[in-house]
């Protein structure tokens, strides 16, 4: 493998290497060597980014038209410098946040395992690899939230996270599939090359809109915006990595992916700007409302995936730009941020913002890391978030058909973020300090790293944004757009009409963070409306389904045998029975001759009459019995001894076993049914009788095929050496066959044991 | 209902003989009427008869492993019979390999008969799996 292929692949192979390395350590080492896996990759990524896009396949399947492979492009590097480097800060936070949590070891292991998924979902080339990465990272996402699992609301939070981004991710499948038969390849650079071709397929509007759906639930839009926040019952760790720094931006990632395909498509921009607006409106009121500092992060982080996919809606070569802009400073401050609250909870013992206030004489360094990042946050120069509201503005202004309402929106979306920032960077450090349960102090120097390093990056990203953006963001916006963009970052633009506008954002903002304690207590009222809301469809479905398959169950599994048997009966005679009749399929065999060795059906005939009528159950079994052996007289005359053998000590034994059983049960002597239940089994059992007949008429009707017989015939001797066809047709030639039909036994003879071993023992009710 | 003395007292002896038959007709079974499963039967049937006159107990003694070890030594040995195939490229799995070895007596080796006997153990081990649950004592 050349050197460059290995070193796409090498971060995936090192975070899972490491993975298992760290579940055999003691907790105490976990973390750092997570943390210096992540920071190995990130080396590799920054070697690898800003050159030349570089792809290679690693796997195929050929029949399936598959070719599975990575590519590193602008878009992916971007995404994966953030994941890398913010999955080191994070790492060594967590072990230091987590100290002496037995749980530990697991923490560090899953974190590795998403940050794997993450990587491989950014970097996969086709949509198969991207789909496989894309649920991983759902499924780690599961774990992580349920972290505390003796609690409720950590379950049902990762349930809820589960489902609705499990239920997208199918979503995605299908629309993946229907984007790569109509582009007739798996290949992301494929298929954006044969745009015409996806969009002039007949499925191309649902295809585009499963691909959305999936898309909007990983990305927290509107209505699906509600899991986000009830995230937050994982460990802040995991809420600042997964849940605002990376795996809710990867529906961000798939709609910047397939823009170059769908960019210009009307249905595409309209669903993307106005869902986009009304997400991003939604988290920014929300935010208001919440005291607890991590779920109005969290709220915030809505309206941040919300703002970005506005951008990626907007048409124009700006937006662009603006999203992979406003991407990387939301990632840099929102982790920052994240990792603060996280240190408040850890060192006060409380995360209610309204508890909290004026740390900054006791936690210094926390309060210039928290300030720095909220001034990201706001907006102001010279920090990177200045350079990225700017530009949001701009693609706002030029955005076009209902331009006044996105600018609008986009005003009131920063003015809110302005407001936040405000809460965050201002009220907690400064003011009043009230009383809080610990005796706060800063924290240790690896949990201080995260805020500090991410929040000075915002501060010297700002001050040279063109640097950054030459390196890395013009690539990625390439990416989206399809084309090399010609707009270029910088922090100063000169005096207008946007600076203006920011300056009143900033003022307005100000405002709003003075009046918050009365703001949030206002909103309080609205929670009585939250009974309509999306929330609240959930858990009803949810009720409903459980309530449907309560039904279902009680009228399908009811407990009565002979009700069963009724049915299965029934079903395995009507629906051939339906079927030949529906095709026209009832024939009578062309030249019946009477053979005289058929006279061995009258043993089964005599065998089934006696079965019918015999009195006592005893009587009925030796009576089923004479079928078989009847059975076996037909196979014997016709030639087939050995089926005949078979067939002769099958029913030995199932005679032998079924006397044994009846005479431990407590049934004795009569038929218990009354007449009229005999009279309806009588009836099923002429159905089922008439059904057999009729199809084997119409086979014999038909001309039979000896192809197979005498090729195996001819072959049994050369091919398998055995003169017994048959047992060279088991063996041999259909051996996989056999193989998986002795499996089948040995699993009924496993289910026989379970079921009758545990139906010796009373039931033990509840769960 | 316990068996009467005679037959407790006969049921080792008897066990012999559809041992023996089972086994005959699985050796035979590639060239004339027989094979793992009707073989496996028979023995089935042997054993079924000893746990009647003697008791399962007895009988997963007689046996020495429990039934489902049976049907797992079974299966492993016919997955495993078709491994050899994979080292020759030009065959797929469970293609089966033979050697006729220069001896005075006609001895085909093979491995269909090694994935023979594990379809013998399968059903010898489902069969007393299913008796032995239904008449379990306990």
Known sequence: MPLPDLMLILPLILGIAAAM?????????????????????????????????????????????IAGGLRLDGLAALFAL????????????????????????????????????????????????LFIFWELTSLTSFFLVAYDHEKLEARKAALQALLITGGGGLALLAGLILVAIAAGTTSLTGIIAAREAVLAHPAAVPAMLLVILGAFTKSAQFPFHFWLPNAMAAPTPVSAYLHSA?????????LARFNPVYGSEALWQDLLTWTGLLTALTGAVLAFRETDLKRVLAYTTVTALGTLTMLLGLAPELSAMAAVTFLTVHALYKAALFLTAGILDHETGTRDASALGGLRGVMPWTAAAAVLAALSMAGLPPFLGFVGKEIVYEAAVAADGGAGLVVLGAF??????????????????????????????????????????????????????????????????AAILG????????????????????????????????????????????????????ANGYEAALAGIIRTADATTAAVQHGSLRGYMQVLLLVAALGPLAVLVARGGIA???????????????????????????????????????????????????????????????????????ATVLIRLPIHGRDSRTTRQRTGDAGIAVVAGASVTLLLLAVLASPFDPRLGVWFGENSMPGGYGQNVVNVILVDFRALDTLGEIAVLAIAAFAVIALLRGAARPLRRGN | MPASFILRVAAPLLLWVPLLVSFYLLVRGHNAPGGGFVGGLVAASGLV??????????????????????????????????????????????????????????????????????VYLVVIGTITAMFFALVAED
């Open chain 1, 483 to 534: 084309f090399p963009p010609t707009t270029y970052l910088a922090l100063w633009h000169g005096f207008t009409p946007i600076l203006a506008l920011s300056a009143v954002t900033v003022l307005l903002g100000a405002v709003l963070t003075l009046l918050w304690p009365r703001l949030m207590r206002g909103l309080q009222a609205t929670r009585r409306l939250d009974r309509f809301g999306p």
């Open chain 1, 588 to 658: 009578w065999p062309a030249d019946a001759v009477l053979d005289p060795r058929a006279l061995a059906f009258g043993l089964i005939a005599a065998g089934a009459v006696a079965t019918a009528v015999a009195i006592g159950t005893f009587a009925a079994v030796m009576a089923l019995g004479l079928v078989g052996f009847g059975a076996a007289v037909v196979f014997l005359t016709f030639g087939a001894p050995d089926v005949a053998l078979t067939q002769f000590t099958v029913e030995v034994l199932l005679v032998v076993m079924l």
């Open chain 1, 412 to 477: 009131l979306v920063n003015t809110a973020g302005v407001a936040i920032a405000g809460l965050l960077g201002w009220r907690i450090f400064f003011g009043a300090r009230p009383k809080t349960p610990k005796a706060p102090h800063d924290p240790p120097i690896a949990m201080l790293a995260g805020p500090v390093v991410l929040a000075s990056l915002g501060l010297l990203a700002g001050l040279a944004p063109s640097l950054l953006g030459g390196w890395l963001l013009d690539g990625a916006a």
């Open chain 1, 246 to 254: 990376t795996m809710v931006k990867l529906g961000i990632y798939l």
């Open chain 1, 21 to 65: 390395l760290v579940a055999c350590l003691k907790p105490a080492s976990a973390a750092p060597v997570g943390a210096a896996t992540a920071a190995v990759s990130f080396v590799i990524y920054l070697g690898l980014a800003g050159g030349d896009p570089a792809s290679a396949s690693f796997w195929a399947v050929p029949s399936l038209d």
């Open chain 2, 49 to 118: 008869f000893f746990a009647i006159a003697r008791g399962e107990t007895a009988a997963i003694a007689v046996m020495r492993l429990s039934p489902a070890s049976w049907c797992g030594v079974g299966l492993l040995l016919g997955a495993g019979s078709g491994v050899l195939a994979l080292f020759d490229p030009a065959s797929g799995y469970l293609t089966h390999r033979w050697w006729f070895p220069d001896l005075p007596v006609k001895l085909p080796l093979n491995t269909a008969f090694i994935f023979d006997i594990g």
């Open chain 1, 82 to 129: 953030l994941i890398t480097g913010i999955g080191t800060l994070v790492l060594l936070y967590a072990g230091s946040y987590l100290k002496g949590d037995p749980r530990l070891t697991r923490l560090i292991v899953l974190l590795l395992v998403f940050m794997v998924a993450m990587l491989g979902s950014v970097t996969a080339n086709d949509v198969i690899t």
